[in-house]
């Protein structure tokens, strides 16, 4: 790649989001397979790497090894991109289905 294509892709932010999608396209190889199971990469901004834990306990356990997480990764660029690893845990489930629903709690009233 010629300096000036570089150049331009570096001013318009591309090479870091270029950098990003090719270790979260390894991202099983980057952090391991226990961790890559449990969680996946969501999006990247502004140095902040958001990635999705499949429980709150994973969640848990991702903020306390962020940090080595952020190192791995970092490791894998050559530089520090990734200057934060936010833990988002698992969306919870959405009842409403459809244009129209009914306010209170729904079919939840009906449990236990």
């Known amino acids: 790649m010629s300096d000036a ?9 591309w090479t870091e989001q270029i950098e990003v999608s090719n270790v979260t396209g ?3 190889e980057v952090v391991g397979d226990q961790i890559a199971e449990h969680c996946m990469p969501l999006g ?9 834990a499949s429980s709150t306990a994973w969640s848990t ?3 306390i090894i962020s940090g080595q997480i952020r190192h791995r ?3 894998e660029f050559g530089r ?3 200057r934060e690893l936010k833990v988002v ?3 919870a489930r959405n009842w409403n289905k459809g244009l129209r629903s009914v ?3 729904g079919p939840r009233d009906t449990y236990g």
């Open 61 to 63: 356990q991702l903020a």
């Open 44 to 52: 990247f901004d502004d140095g902040v790497l958001t990635v999705q």
């Open 89 to 91: 845990g698992p969306t």
């Open 5 to 13: 294509v570089e150049t331009l892709m570096r001013g318009m932010g």
């Open 73 to 75: 990764l970092n490791e």
């Open 80 to 82: 520090e991109i990734v």
């Open 103 to 105: 306010k209170g709690r």
């Open 26 to 28: 390894r991202w099983r």
